[in-house]
Structures are given as C-alpha cells and as structure tokens.
DNA sequence: TGAATGATTCGGTTATGATCGAAGTATGAA
DNA sequence: TTCATACTTCGATCATAACCGAATCATTCA
C-alpha cells in the first residue's frame, strides 16, 4: 500500500525511554563506551547492548571498535537535527524545582547540539554573522562571503581547510528552544571548538549546557556587539 | 536530571504502526472522521478512539466535532515537517514489485505535504522562484520579493490577502526524497490550491501523489521552464 | 597461559500497552 | 419516543519487547 518510506520504524527506535536517554547522551557529539551508556540509561550491560545493537541497525548510530571496547555515537549530524526538530514538538517542561529551572535555564543560554553551539548563543552568533555579511543564506546552506572568509581566518579559523571536508560547510540547524535557526555543519564545528580554545566558553558538567566566561562575555560585546550579561532568562 | 523537553515522549507517539498509519492518512492535511481513520489504519474503532485520544493529548492531532462525528486533522504544519523530517533518517525501501516502484516513483515526482507541494514538482519550482528573484531566502522563512508579488498576483494568487492569515507566509520545509527546501506556508498552501484550481495537477486517488496533467506539463515549461516530461525517474 | 575486563548472546520472566467485545453516551432521523 | 449511527469508555486478553541472570566471546595484562 505504503510506497514510500516509513517513519514509525524510526520513531519506534527513538521512542523507548531508554534508547533515548541514550541518543540524549550522545546529542554533544562525544562517541561513549557501552557500559557508560548503559550506566547513562540506568539498565544492565545485556540490555544497553540489545538497545545499541537496533539503533545501529537503523542507522542512528555508528559504532567503533577499540580494543576490547566499542564506542557508540550518533551516525552523524543530520540525525541530531532530526531529534531536535522533534523536540520541538515535545511539551514544554512543567518546572517542579527551583534547581531544574536553573537547568533548563543554562540549556536554553547555551548548549551543544552535536559538534555545534544552540541556544540562544547560538543563534545570536549566527545572526549576528548574517547581519555582518559573513554568512548568506542560501538553500539548505549557509554560503560564506569574502569577508566572512577573511573574518573566520582573522579569528583562527581556516575555512579552506575545513572546506576539504566531506560534510557540508554551514547549513542551518532548527534550534528547539528559540525556534530559530543556528549554525551547523562544519563552521559550525570549527567555530564551537574555536571559542572552547580560547576560553570563551566552558562546559557544564554533565550537561550539555555551556557557560560563557567572563573573557568570553567581553570579547563577545566587543568583537560582535553581542550583549551576553543579563540574557539568563 | 534532565532539564530540557523529552523527545521520546513524541517519538514513542508516532512510532506506534496504527497511530504512525493515521498521521500519514493525514500528511495530506484533510480533516477524517474517527471511522475513516480507523478503516485506513485496520483497526476496530474503539481501538482508534483510543490512539486518537493519545495523538490529541500529545498535541499532534486537533480534533473537531461536527455533530455526530469527530473530525482529526494534524496539529499544524510543523507536525507535517517533523514527520517529514522523520522520514529522511528512514531506511529506503526496499522495492518488491513494480506496481509499487511505480507508485514510489510517482509519488517522488510529485505529491502533497499537508496543504503545500513536495517532490520533484515542489523543489523544482521552489528552486526556481528562487532563481527568478521571486522569493528570497532568509532566517527560517522565505520572503516575497515585489517582483514575486507581481508575479503571484498575475497567476493569480493575492499575497496581500494571504498575508492577513496568521500562519507563516511562506516558509521552508524539508523533502525527503529530494532532500531540499520546498515551498510551504500560506503561500505554498495558496499555490498548490491554485495549481489543482486551474487543472495543471490532479491528485492520485488514495494515495498524496499528484500527477502533471499535460496542459501543466505546457504550462510550466512555458511559463516557468520547468520541464517535467521524461522526470519520473 | 590464565585472570580480569568489556561487551555480546541466549533464555526465561515480566510488564506494558495494543487490541477488541460489550456496554455506554451523544447526536440525528423516523 | 424509538431506532440507528458515530464514537467513546470499560474490562479482559494477549503479544510484544524490555529486562536481567548466566554463559560466551574477545581483548588486554600479568
């Protein structure tokens, strides 16, 4: 009857608690061990194991095999895409604590999703790029201008060398908690490791949510204009 | 422990085969009654009832009563777009006979999605809108350029007055047998209305395909230079 | 070679939820 | 009223698949 594909059997996959806990653990991007996924997603070795088998066999993940371990990580960014248009769809969070607000809080300022900055990080940095003339939008992409190219090179980043890569370059990644589009891709990638380099911005332990720090907040304001202070809300 | 919205919730909701068989009936964007929708799915009503109640709890389906019967239609557009979405990470399939080749080719052609145009049809005239500066790109919509304006209101589509409406006017949506942007919004919606109006497409019966009658086929290759002959590939 | 560790396979148990028969509610028609 | 239709609620059944204990495979290290 169905000629085309069917999306019940990746929503099936999606669907089980745990087999989401497990795609949410590994939404920054990180490839984790099995038993760590399996200690992530509260259940034994045995059922982690069948869990990450079926994931594998529909293509969300990919695994690697290093010595008597093998580690697990999404099958690439078009599958954290995926999740976080989904999460679009989810109800919104009812708060129970002053401390989950705070959470919640942190994730919306900022957080990775997958290789790359979200929140509202994220896409302010990315409008900020349009507004600026570094990046045009384009179909399914983001194209980079000439002074864009000179500005990314400017601040470390070599966009012809990343270019080489088989991924695509920039493309726009739908961004659940400001419904707007952020920078994905391989600019993207460079650009949230770029500013963990240089201190900008710090991890949240065992979040994927990230702080931005003090020198980060002054070079922001005064590099791009971007006002970070006061934006927690 | 986590402190952002739960996409297992929404996947585990559609990816149930009978509830995943009644979102697709309505990827089309018709309102069924309860009955329809339970014969479309080959369950009992008391089962669909029971789906249906689960489908508008989540926020997919809204429903509408009309005397005796309950009418359900998606939410909304962006349902239709994440399950589009959905379907980009599903595994292709596998091709049994070729009755059914036929049928996924015609429905890669041309189809609908929800109330706008996808397929081949629906990326190629996106694209050349685009081309032709009658829509521009911009941050998660699509803008009307007054050349397009000009050009919709001579085929006969009033931007001002879609304009009014409160949904998106014309905004970006994701195919997933051409992995490109296509035409949706009020203005992609008002587009393929028009195109059925003037009888340049006709839908396949029971199936979201649609199908380039050849006075369309005259059409778009003078009007637009879309050429559509010998593209069922 | 043997012991230890990471991971998977197998088999049996259990719980969740999809399913439908039967009964109940609401609307419309005679 | 009474009957028919559209749909939902309740209750019971049943099948699927998540789960873990035990055993197995594979790698590393002593």
């Known amino acids: 009857m169905n000629a085309y594909p069917d999306f019940a059997y990746v929503a099936g996959l999606i669907g089980d608690p745990t087999r989401a806990a497990m795609l949410d653990s590994l939404l920054d991007g990180r490839a984790l061990p099995a038993s760590e996924l399996a200690y992530l997603a509260r259940v034994s070795p045995q059922t982690a194991s069948a869990h990450l088998a079926k994931l594998v066999e ?130 993207g990638a460079a650009l949230a490791s770029r500013l963990f380099e240089l201190g900008w911005i710090v991890r949240v332990p065992s979040s994927r949510a990230v702080r931005i720090t003090e020198k980060g907040r002054e070079h922001l304001a005064h590099q791009l204009g971007i006002e970070t202070a006061g934006r927690l809300t």
Chains 1, 2 share one sequence.
């Open 58 to 187: 529909g293509k969300l993940l990919a695994v690697e095999t290093h010595g008597r371990h093998r580690y697990y990580r999404l099958a690439g960014a078009h599958v954290a895409q995926v999740l976080e248009a989904l999460t679009t769809l989810a109800p919104p969070v009812q708060v129970r604590s002053l401390r989950q607000s705070d959470r919640l809080k942190e994730v919306r300022h900022a957080r990775t999703c997958y290789d790359h900055l979200a929140g509202q990080l994220g896409v302010e940095l990315t409008r900020t790029f349009v507004t600026r003339g570094f990046l045009r939008e384009a179909d399914r992409e983001y194209r980079i201008t000439e002074v864009g190219k000179r500005w990314f090179s400017d601040f470390g980043i070599d966009v012809e060398a990343i270019r080489q890569k088989r991924r695509s370059l920039a493309r726009p990644c739908l961004d659940w908690s400001e419904r707007r589009h952020h920078l994905a891709g391989a600019l």
